[in-house]
């Protein structure tokens, strides 16, 4: 004998949906509250570049060259007072570290304002295993003559890159929690659901339907 369940009541089914949705946050059917809908659709299309970052990263894209300028300049100041091996380490230095700095630089702009978590993990590697190392030799080795134009060179480009390395670290924890988001609510299909406003980011059905069986009506079939 065929069992049919009538269909609950609306006001009944908005009741449930609301504490289910209360207490069950993490278990929502397609009944669940829509509110929590709309938040997790704004999650998605949140945008997350840093801006403390893609200011850093304009400035830096002006100060450079200032910098460029000033410690050629220094260089070759004092570059005939130098050892021989000093001379070279300085040269190979700065030729390193101004070509670096362009990828470093491009990165950092793609991987920011694009939220690319390769672009952007390659930016920070950059900045904490080359060019830091590279600057503090030339800020901190008394061998090489600093000159005290060169120190302050030195100095405000240090802090540029030590604030880059900090926005940058914040960025990718930022961008990362946001990936994993996508991937869980794409395991549960709601990603492709919200480009359907009208439909379930569940099941694929309308809202305000019950998922109860209904009794068939009397002109389904003839």
Request: net charge neutral.
């Amino acid at each position: 004998m065929p069992v049919f369940y009538a269909p609950v009541p609306q006001n009944v089914r908005m009741g449930l949906a609301y504490v289910g949705g209360s207490v069950f946050t993490n278990n929502r059917t397609a009944d669940s509250d829509f509110t929590r809908e709309q938040e997790d659709r704004s999650v998605v299309n949140e945008l997350v570049s840093h801006l403390p970052l893609q200011m850093l990263l304009y400035f830096n894209m002006f100060y450079f060259p200032c910098w460029w300028f000033s410690a050629v300049v220094m260089l070759e100041v004092k570059f005939y007072h130098l050892p021989g091996y000093y001379q070279a380490l300085l040269i190979t230095g700065m030729i390193l570290l101004t070509v670096v700095e362009v990828a470093r630089l491009y990165l950092g702009y793609i991987g920011n304002l694009k939220e690319k978590v390769p672009e952007l993990a390659a930016f920070w590697l950059l900045s904490f295993t080359f060019q830091l190392p590279v600057l503090l030799f030339f800020l901190t080795d008394e061998g090489t003559i600093i000159l005290p134009l060169e120190r302050a060179v030195h100095s405000i480009y240090l802090s540029f890159l030590l604030a880059q390395i900090l926005a940058a670290f914040l960025a990718l924890q930022t961008l990362t929690r946001k990936l994993t988001l996508l991937f869980h609510l794409r395991q549960f299909g709601e990603v492709e659901s919200f480009r359907h406003p009208g439909s379930s980011p569940v099941h694929g059905l309308s809202y305000h339907r019950s998922v109860l069986p209904m009794p068939p009506t009397n002109n389904a079939y003839h």
